[in-house]
């Protein structure tokens, strides 16, 4: 996502309560946080947040941590949180980037994780920096619980091929793909759009979507 720098983004995302400020120090206790024991669940490269934030709201006993890398981009979802008219205790954000992610959360500490329209990285040299390549999917066995799962959503079909490639090879495997995500009542089942699933399918873009748990 290419978005001009926001004046004074940095200033308000440090000082948002909706901001977890020094996550490494979270590291394995992430309960403690949000006061309670249920399960969490991540989105990596949240954008503006509309889906995070919708998944917060419509389930209470989950707890949600949005990830996005540029501070001007969160501050868009942290506004939007703010302006609601509750609060949303079973929601909180973090400014960092994804490479990080083993640093933040400990071993299997989280449940699902949330890859919405990543950026596709098209050059094969940076093939590595996809958030579904096999460094990620390394990275994101470790933090996830055994039955976690994870959930990808593009309308890129080069990306959504790539993706699927990395699967198996990674040690993981799929439980659930499809290529129309609109047109698949299964699939689609209490889908909440993103913002970039929204302005794509609006143009007709066909939504790819797998689910993938590790193949123990
Ligand atoms: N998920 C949102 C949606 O579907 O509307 C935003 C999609 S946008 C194309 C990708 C987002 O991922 C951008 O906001 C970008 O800053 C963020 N992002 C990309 N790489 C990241 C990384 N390594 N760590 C954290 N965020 C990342």
């Known amino acids: 996502m290419r978005l001009k720098h926001v004046k004074g983004s940095e200033e308000a995302i440090a000082s948002s309560a909706l901001v977890v400020q020094d996550p490494k120090e979270k590291r394995g206790k992430w309960f403690s946080v949000f006061g309670n024991d249920n399960s969490v669940r991540i989105e990596i490269g949240m954008g503006k947040g509309r889906f995070i934030t919708e998944h917060a709201v419509r389930n209470p006993d989950i707890n949600y941590i949005g990830i996005e890398k540029y501070s001007s981009v969160l501050l868009r979802a942290i506004q939007k949180v703010e302006a609601m008219e509750k609060p949303v205790p079973n929601l909180i954000f973090i400014c960092m980037d994804a490479t990080e992610i083993c640093e933040v959360f400990g071993e ?23 958030l579904e390549s096999r460094q990620f999917l390394e990275k994101y066995a470790r933090i996830l619980k055994n039955d976690g799962v994870i959930e990808f959503k593009t309308d890129n079909r ?8 990395e699967v198996e090879p990674a040690g993981w495997k799929i439980d659930a793909i499809t290529y129309d995500l609109h047109g698949d009542p299964a699939v689609n089942e209490g889908n909440i759009m993103t913002e970039y699933e929204e302005k794509f399918s609006s143009m007709g873009n066909p939504i790819f979507k797998y689910i993938i748990s590790k193949n123990l």
């Not at 990306?159 to 490639?165: G, I, K």
């Open 108 to 130: 299997k500490e989280i449940d699902r994780i949330y890859l919405n329209f990543s950026d596709p990285w098209p050059k094969d040299r940076h093939a590595k920096r996809r």
């Open 158 to 165: 080069i990306l959504f091929d790539f993706a699927v490639e």
